[in-house]
């Protein structure tokens, strides 16, 4: 936890650097600020002893209009001072959001990939906003600490008693501060992460909605989320409570001690050791000092807040690489003849397959487990335990994972549509127009673009929610065929699709994929039928291979899976 938290403070000090320049203005803007605000309160005593007490009228009129210049600039000084830090906050917080968003999407992958996508979102919104929030909070904690020593030092002059006091008593309190914000940062940490989860498991039943529904299961969902909820909520009340006290205690300390500077004050005035205008200016100081320190008391509970903020977005960016190593590239022509040596992995068994270049082979797996590993571990999205697997005589775990994505195309079984068109889902806005036609056909795309209103500008709403599940398929097996990749991996790309679009999607697959290495993860019998060879994994290994035709005949396993 130590370490963690040291690399948090090392987040907060990166991001004050960033906007350097920013919250040097703001503190120098917002010390002026305080300085004219303290100012003020003398200003007004130095009209009653030299003006109205002893002065002329032409006195009165100079010091009124020094006056109301220090407050001019008091006023400006403020309105640039805190937009200038707004600026720094929001630019901070947008910057932070890009590093977690490049960090998540990083080709490599993190090795903390299990937290829900909500919680990530919260991470990259709440957190950093919070953290951001440090670039206002620092300069106007410093600024107030100024307006503290600037009303410290006013009073010293006026009486040496008094500014002792002042002097004395405000590092007291700071350090009171300090103390009472430690247990607002634990319960701020703890509110964030259940928050997190919250936001997390919301997500997640949001996207599944259908499937909950299906099943009949809202009332079960509904009892995890409140359950989670609730225990969010706790957090938070905890997190508030602990932030009433900070205030609400630091507040009453600030009183008390306000209260001794005028008593002390007024008992100086008495005794005739300080004049009525000092006197005048050293009350108007006190009240002027609950300011500055309510804004000290305000800037700590902020940085407490940053520091378990910057702590979980530490985590996320300091998360380790699923694939660390690799960064050959591959030449512009990838024959496509993949080799699998000896692999170990989850569900997989010492495999050994070899797929040849051009080659439309199918692959049944006994074990879903490991057909979705073996997908995994072609997209190198992983490295094997053990065992090596290479594209054209590389060895993957050699190449740049991007590089790998280039050549090897996973369309996975659950791929996701996006809001906009249809034709944007299918191109991605990277796919060149004479690609596009052939890919819609092979995937009988070009059917439910006839069911669209404005066909393939017909809009799709976000998840591509608008279209059945059969639809969805086909749309995200057209963006995989309009990719055009060396080497295509479809895994169960049809098994929302009736059987005579399925057929359809068959023949098309076949002709439009012809020369171009291509595996059908499936169980499909129309898919398989198009494959010029069968591989059936079972047990982590190849149990047999062959014709789809043949391997029916005589193998019952196989048999029984394919047909079941």
Not at 223 to 249: C, F, G, M, P, Q
Request: aromatic content about 2%; hydrophobic content about 45%.
């Amino acid at each position: 936890m130590r370490g963690e938290r040291l690399r948090g403070r090392a987040l907060l000090r990166r991001v004050i650097r960033r906007e350097a320049r920013s919250v040097g203005a703001t503190s120098a803007l917002s010390a002026v600020h305080q300085g004219a605000e303290a100012l003020v309160p003398i200003l007004i005593g130095v009209i009653i002893d030299r003006a109205v007490g002893t002065g002329t009228a032409v006195d009165l009129i100079i010091w009124i209009a020094v006056l109301g210049a220090t407050f001019v600039i008091l006023s400006a000084s403020f309105q640039i001072g805190t937009r200038t830090g707004e600026y720094a906050v929001e630019r901070a917080s947008h910057a932070l959001r890009l590093d977690l968003t490049s960090r998540i999407l990083h080709p490599r992958g993190a090795t903390d990939a299990g937290r829900l996508p909500g919680a990530l979102v919260n991470v990259a919104t709440g957190d950093a906003q919070r953290v951001g929030m440090i670039n206002l909070a620092l300069p106007l904690g410093l600024a107030a600490m100024c307006g503290v020593l600037i009303g410290a030092v006013a009073l010293l002059r006026m009486s040496v008693p008094l500014g002792l006091l002042v002097l004395l008593g405000a590092p007291v309190l700071l350090l009171a501060a300090h103390g009472l914000g430690l247990p607002l940062q634990r319960r701020s940490e703890s509110e964030q992460e259940h928050a997190a989860r919250a936001a997390g498991v919301a997500a997640d039943l949001v996207t599944g909605l259908r499937v909950l529904k299906g099943l009949g299961a809202e009332q079960s969902a509904a009892r995890r989320y409140r359950r989670i909820s609730r225990e969010s909520l706790a957090a938070t009340r905890r997190a508030a409570t602990a932030k009433s006290w900070h205030d609400s205690t630091l507040l009453g300390l600030t009183g008390i001690f306000l209260a001794i500077v005028a008593l002390v004050g007024g008992r100086l005035a008495a005794t005739q050791q300080i004049t009525v205008g000092e006197l005048v200016a050293a009350v108007g100081l006190a009240q002027f000092l609950l300011g500055p320190l309510a804004l000290v008391a305000w800037a700590n509970g902020e940085l407490a807040q940053a520091r378990a903020s910057a702590d979980r977005i530490t985590a996320v960016l300091s998360a380790g690489q699923r694939t660390p190593g690799g960064n050959e590239t591959l030449p512009d022509q990838v024959g496509g003849h993949l080799r699998l040596a000896a692999v170990e992995d989850a569900g997989l068994c010492g495999l050994d397959l070899e797929i040849g270049a051009g080659e439309l082979v199918g692959l049944v797996a006994a074990d879903q487990r490991s057909a979705t590993t073996l997908t995994e571990l072609l997209g190198r999205f992983r490295d094997p335990q053990a065992g090596s697997i290479e594209l054209d005589g590389r060895p993957l775990h050699t190449l740049d994972p991007t590089a790998v994505r280039t050549a090897i195309l996973i369309a996975e079984h659950d791929a996701d549509l996006f809001e906009g068109t249809l034709l944007d889902n299918v191109t991605l806005g990277r796919v060149p127009a004479d690609r596009v036609g052939p890919a819609l056909t092979a995937s009988t795309v070009d059917e439910v673009s006839r069911t669209l209103p404005d066909g393939l500008h017909g809009p799709i709403a976000e998840r591509g929610r608008s279209l059945s599940g059969g639809q969805r398929q086909r749309v995200a097996l057209a963006r995989a065929l309009a990719a055009d990749p060396p080497v295509l991996v479809l895994h169960d790309p049809s098994t929302a699709v009736d059987a005579v679009t399925e057929q359809r999607i068959a023949a098309g697959l076949r002709d439009l994929r012809h020369g171009r290495t291509t595996v059908l993860v499936t169980t499909s019998p129309s898919l398989l039928s198009v494959a010029g060879r069968v591989l059936f994994l079972a047990d982590g290994a190849i149990r047999a291979s062959g014709p789809h035709a043949e391997l029916l005949r005589e193998d019952p396993l196989y048999r029984s899976i394919v047909l079941a």
